[in-house]
């Protein structure tokens, strides 16, 4: 995995520094996100992988199994991936280029682990209080029954355990000591 992340980290670059000088990074996080998951699909690694396909065929396929249309820039692009051998790297590629994009804009990514759902305007309200505490954010909710009741949200590096699992592991720790 770390290999496949220094693989893709000049690519990611690449299209990145594309994209804000176009002022499409929107446009090229969609695309990048759509051609990750057909990447990602079992079948098209197969075809990826199959030395029978020309770098033509493999390219048509992901640029029209995207199921968007593709700017000539952006199929360029999926060609040049193709080419170097590169194209099972999307995955990673749209990562890398998420973080960049979220970093630019200043937006944070939020995992917010709960042990039940968590009703529409108690998550809003959840939002504003971890926006006043981190900045802009994108939350995602999780739902984790193993947590037994609470929530736990990783915003980076920082975490905040509310669960009562995590209340527990902290209680049987100080038995210990």
């Known amino acids: 995995m770390a290999e496949n992340?220094?693989?893709?980290?000049?690519?990611?670059?690449?299209?990145?520094?594309?994209?804000?000088?176009?002022?499409?990074?929107?446009?090229?996080?969609?695309?990048?996100?759509?051609?990750?998951?057909?990447?990602?699909?079992?079948?098209?690694?197969?075809?990826?992988?199959?030395?029978?396909?020309?770098?033509?065929?493999?390219?048509?396929?992901?640029?029209?199994?995207?199921?968007?249309?593709?700017?000539?820039?952006?199929?360029?692009?999926?060609?040049?991936?193709?080419?170097?051998?590169?194209?099972?790297?999307?995955?990673?590629?749209?990562?890398?280029?998420?973080?960049?994009?979220?970093?630019?804009?200043?937006v944070k990514d939020a995992l917010v682990t709960s042990a039940f759902a968590i009703e529409e305007s108690l998550q809003k309200q959840l939002t504003a209080d971890l926006e006043a505490r981190f900045g802009r954010l994108r939350v995602t909710v999780q739902i984790d029954p193993e947590l037994i009741g609470g929530i736990r949200v990783a915003v980076g590096d920082e975490v905040i355990d509310a669960s009562v699992r995590g209340k527990l592991a902290t209680m049987a720790a100080a038995l210990k000591n």
């Open 5 to 106: 992340l220094t693989l893709a980290r000049p690519y990611a670059e690449a299209v990145f520094a594309l994209a804000q000088e176009g002022a499409s990074l929107t446009a090229w996080a969609e695309v990048l996100s759509r051609l990750a998951l057909v990447a990602a699909d079992d079948s098209v690694r197969d075809c990826m992988e199959n030395p029978r396909l020309q770098n033509d065929q493999i390219a048509k396929l992901l640029i029209e199994s995207a199921g968007i249309p593709l700017s000539a820039e952006q199929q360029g692009f999926v060609q040049l991936l193709v080419e170097n051998g590169r194209a099972a790297l999307l995955p990673e590629i749209h990562s890398l280029f998420v973080l960049r994009k979220n970093e630019t804009e200043g």
